[in-house]
T-cell receptor, first 114, second 110 residues
Framework: DGGITQSPKYLFRKEGQNVTLSCEQNLNHDAMYWYRQDPGQGLRLIYYSQIVNDFQKGDIAEGYSVSREKKESFPLTVTSAQKNPTAFYLC?????????????FGPGTRLTVT | AQRVTQPEKLLSVFKGAPVELKCNYSYSGSPELFWYVQYSRQRLQLLLRHISRESIKGFTADLNKGETSFHLKKPFAQEEDSAMYYCALRVGGSARQLTFGSGTQLTVLP
């Protein structure tokens, strides 16, 4: 394992507080992604970034924000505007080469908001 | 917009029995299909991709463009195959890259 790290593994916050989830990769991948994983709903794309200082909204971006100041880092902030923030969050990065396209995933962060 | 459907949320089979996890997609162009797997307490990882036409851990998947399907098959299931399986579609030229299905939790019973 290695390559993509997410911290912390578990995170607890009170309702109304913003919280930032960390994602770091040392794979030298240009593209990075944030997904939310809920039971029965699969992986839903929150935000993605193809290059440094550029990112786009995914399918469920409301209540979330990101930054991409460095190639290695793509932190996700869950704001108080997110109505149902308790979930498992996955970060990924990708490469497309002669071997084909592949997304590599981090171990995830489980966020619980009470 | 593209869509991936995995009709079975849960699937249970006995060890040694054949297993098929269904995946259907909707996309009018030429898709690229993948299967990802998430074993208990492990991170999500690529199992196989259709362009490689490979067999990984005894699993195979054939892209059927007529039926817009990419079902995952294994002739003899093992207990260690128990995991969550996701089918994913990549649309060429799309910056967002992958669209995932809702997943199928496979349980292989002893």
């Amino acid at each position: 394992d290695g390559g993509i790290t997410q911290s912390p593994k578990y995170l607890f916050r009170k309702e109304g507080q913003n919280v930032t989830l960390s994602c770091e990769q040392n794979l030298n991948h240009d593209a990075m992604y944030w997904y939310r994983q809920d039971p029965g709903q699969g992986l839903r794309l929150i935000y993605y970034s193809q290059i440094v200082n550029d990112f786009q909204k995914g399918d469920i971006a409301e209540g979330y924000s990101v930054s991409r100041e460095k190639k290695e880092s793509f932190p996700l902030t869950v704001t108080s505007a997110q109505k149902n923030p308790t979930a498992f969050y996955l970060c990924a990065s990708s490469i497309s080469s002669g071997g084909g396209y592949e997304q590599y995933f981090g171990p995830g962060t489980r966020l619980t908001v009470t | 917009a593209q869509r991936v459907t995995q009709p079975e949320k849960l699937l249970s089979v006995f060890k040694g029995a054949p297993v098929e996890l269904k995946c259907n997609y909707s996309y009018s162009g030429s898709p690229e299909l993948f299967w990802y797997v998430q074993y208990s307490r492990q991170r999500l990882q690529l199992l196989l991709r259709h362009i490689s036409r490979e067999s990984i851990k005894g699993f195979t998947a054939d892209l059927n463009k007529g039926e817009t399907s990419f079902h995952l098959k294994k002739p003899f299931a093992q207990e260690e195959d128990s995991a969550m399986y996701y089918c994913a579609l990549r649309v060429g030229g799309s910056a967002r890259q992958l669209t995932f299905g809702s997943g199928t939790q496979l349980t292989v019973l002893p």
